[in-house]
């Protein structure tokens, strides 16, 4: 009894100063180890349960410019002009509900792993940050209303552009592949291949 109540009171002490249970002190007295295997609809089931990994997010600021002009008066007299300081976000990532079996292959401690392409998620532009910077109307014209919405159309399009440029599919799949490589080192994986 006094032999059962020391190792309970030696595992309560390694637990409380460790984190290891009785049952891993038990492993270790042993000489064994815990080993967890990991198949490969488990590893596909777990990364598929990422679904759209949103990996880099660029927000950005910027004026963008737009008008209208009749082609026989003057911009000062029948001109629509529109400038709009404009923030905005592009996010990217990787769409990973399309894994598929045969791009997870596992030998014992070594995975190698084929992901789909990074993309662009959404560009959006903040509503509430942007801003009318200025609008000239000549004379003899009215404002028109659809010249904002034609601005803030181009708006994404321009910050999309920009974050492409920018590199953002890249830097999406680089930090794709450092979160996946990290949950699968965690899964017990000791060498994580990710093209």
């Keep these: 009894m006094g032999a059962l109540l020391t190792v309970v009171l030696v595992g309560t002490l390694l637990w409380l100063s460790t984190g290891i249970g009785l049952f891993g002190l038990m492993g270790i007295l042993r000489g064994g180890r815990t080993q967890i295997n990991v198949g490969q609809p488990t590893v596909v089931r777990q990364i598929q ?3 759209r990994l949103e990996t880099v997010s660029y927000t950005m600021d910027k004026i963008i410019s737009g008008e209208h002009s009749n082609a026989y008066l003057p911009k000062f007299l029948a001109g ?9 976000e592009v996010v990217g990532g990787i769409d ?8 997870v292959l596992i030998h014992g401690q070594r995975v190698s792993i084929h992901l789909p392409a990074a993309e662009v998620f959404s560009t959006r532009i903040d509503n509430a940050r942007t801003k009318v910077y200025s609008r000239d109307t ?3 014209s009215s ?8 601005v803030r159309e181009e708006a994404e399009r321009q910050l999309q552009q920009d974050a492409l ?18 949950m699968l080192k965690g899964l017990g994986f000791h060498e994580v ?3």
């Design 193 to 195: 291949d990710i093209r």
């Design 49 to 51: 349960q990422l679904q």
């Design 165 to 182: 440029q920018d590199g953002i599919l890249k830097t999406a799949a680089d930090n794709a592949r450092n979160t996946i490589s990290g």
């Design 143 to 150: 404002p028109d209303p659809d010249l904002e919405s034609q």
């Design 96 to 103: 990973l509900t399309g894994l598929q079996p045969g791009d």
């Design 138 to 140: 000549g004379l003899f």
């Design 80 to 88: 629509d002009r529109l400038l709009l300081m404009v923030h905005g």
